[in-house]
Structure formats: C-alpha cells, structure tokens
C-alpha cells in the first residue's frame, strides 16, 4: 500500500469515526434554558447539574443547553416563545406567572415562609400541584419544577435602616409586579420597577436610594460598590421555578417527560441548599468590602406588610399555605 492511500485510509477511518461519533452524541430532542443569573450563582450549579443528570438518564436522547445571563432576552419573551410551542425553558418567580394564573403571586408575598425547607413544602404540595396543572392548561406552560430557591430578600441602601419608618421617602427598586411593589410600599419606601441590571447606575446616580434583593445577586451585580447598607429584613423568600412549553413536554415521550420533572426537581434541592451554604460567606465577603450588615427585629414589617395579602386577595390562601409550610 502507498504512503498515500495510507494517509487516506487514515483519513477516512478518521471522519467515519467522527461521524459516527457525531450520531452519537447528537440529541433527539433539546431544550433551551434561558436564565438572569451569571455563572457563580449558586443557582447555576443546579442548573449544570440539572444539564449533566439529563443527558445522563436520557441516555442522551435529550440535550439540556444553557444561556446565562438573559442570553435568549427577557424573561417574558422567553415564555411567550415557550407558551408558543418553542423548545426553551426560563428561570422565574411566582409574580411572573400570577397574569396567568393569579394563585402563583402569593408565592413573592412577604414573610410567607421560613427559608427554604419551608417555601419547598408549599411548592410540592397537592394544591401547587393544582395551579401547574391550570398553568399547564390556561397558559401552555409546564413547571418541570419550582424548588429553585435563591434566598431571603432584604433592603440594600445608603443608610441605616431600623424601622418602617426609615423608608419614608426612599425610592427603592423592586420588579414591577404587584405583589412585590405592594410590599414595598407597605414597608414604608416607594416602589420604583426597573430592570436589575440597570440597579447599580440608577443608585451611583442617585435616580434611586436603594434597592433590595437576595445576597447572592447582591454580590453578583456588585452593589456592594454603591451601597453602604444592608438590613436583614428577609422580606420575600425568593422561590423560582423551571418553566417551559406545555405543548413541546406533551410531544415528548412519556419517560422523557418524566425524566426532565424528575432531575429538574433533583436539581432544584442541588441550587438551592447550594444557595444556603454559601449565604454565611457571601455575608461575610459584603462585609470585609466594607458593607454595614445589620440584623433587627424584624416584627414592625411583618406587621406592616400584613395588609399585602388582603390588598391582593390572598388573604385565606395565606393561611392555608403557612399551615403547609409548618408541616
């Protein structure tokens, strides 16, 4: 055999085995998770793993592919194109979802529960259950799962915060719906709704007087430049869920859909008490940059933000959902 046809049989026992490697790693079905997070969010480690354990129990046949920081656009761009039949999925809270299916704003009214063994009783309970199935149904929208906990919000300015009364006059970020602005305004502060990434200029600038959010997007977004203060209010327990197409989950195989509930579930516990654990160092790392982190007595805004429930109608579902919580 001649150097050459040696080469080529080289050659051509190389790309038949790349191709035959290709149809093997190729996906029969892949979704799109569209997310605000950076990459050393907590969160995200939940959702790489949540990418690995599917390829995993598919045994390939389902490709899991993740886009950081709003790399597919806005949240609710991403679920219209979900609720349009389009394979892609998005990291969301429970406000998000209330204009389809109200029940869900309940999920970001203040002091609903404790932390996140609490808040992962109610989004596994019978009655969650309900308002995914009527998501499903009324939206085309399908929550894989909604365990993914981010955190206690808290109140990030440029002065001490003691009371209800400290917020008189603040102008404070919140996302815009209304289960956030509301408790806002309960707390004593004016809700100002602006997108999160436009937070650090607006307070350098002083269009608002601060801001409040869970500590990991604190340290993410690097506020701890422009802000001298946190109060540990733990206000909202951030609970978001892994929402995709209802039509692109229904055309799947049976043990494919339960394969992409189950691991995104399995995840969601990975994210979030991966959350948990690294909330004491990242307290601590706004500290040794200089932030004054205060702990109070947060009774007054409990108080305070009581009214948020019967504003909104959620009075009585409050009390069932905290019973659920204390189980």
């Known amino acids: ?24 790693l190729a996906a029969d079905y892949t979704l799109n998770v569209n997310t605000a997070l950076a990459t050393n969010d907590p969160l995200y480690k939940g959702l790489e793993a949540f990418r690995d354990n599917v390829a995993e129990a598919s045994d390939g046949a389902l490709e899991v592919r993740l886009f950081p920081n709003s790399q597919l656009g806005p949240d609710e761009d991403v679920l219209e194109q979900a609720r349009a039949g389009a394979p892609v999925a998005v990291v969301v809270d429970g406000g998000r979802l209330a204009v389809f299916v109200n029940e869900f704003g309940v999920l970001g009214a203040p002091y609903l529960a404790n932390g996140y063994d609490g808040i992962r009783k109610v989004v596994t309970s019978d009655m969650f259950d309900e308002w995914a ?21 808290h109140l990030l300015t440029k002065k001490p915060i003691g009371g209800p009364d400290d917020l008189s006059g603040v102008r404070m970020r919140t996302p815009g719906a209304p289960v956030w602005t509301g408790t806002i305004e309960a707390m004593g502060a004016t809700p100002t709704p602006m997108p999160w990434g436009e937070v650090y200029s607006a307070i350098s600038s002083n ?8 500590l990991p997007a604190v340290v993410g977004a690097k506020l701890d430049e ?102």
């Open 226 to 327: 422009v802000i001298t203060n946190i109060t540990l209010t733990g206000h909202i327990n951030l609970i978001t869920g892994l929402i995709t197409s209802a039509a692109w989950v229904d055309s799947l195989p049976e043990n494919l859909q339960t394969i992409l509930h189950e691991e995104a579930l399995k995840a969601g516990d990975i994210a979030s008490y991966g959350t948990q654990d690294a909330l004491a160092s990242l307290q601590q790392q706004l500290i040794d940059n200089g932030v004054d982190v205060e702990e109070i007595d947060i009774t007054p805004f409990k108080e305070a933000t009581a009214v948020v429930y019967d504003n909104l109608g959620y009075g009585d579902l409050r009390d069932q959902l905290q019973a659920i919580a204390a189980q």
């Open 1 to 24: 055999m001649t150097h050459f046809t040696k080469l080529g049989s080289i050659a051509l026992a190389g790309l038949a085995a790349s191709l035959l490697a290709g149809s093997a």
């Open 133 to 153: 199935q009527k998501l499903h149904d009324d939206a085309g929208l399908d929550v894989l799962s909604f365990n993914w906990w981010q955190g206690e919000r």
């Open 207 to 214: 269009v608002i007087d601060g801001a409040e959010a869970q």
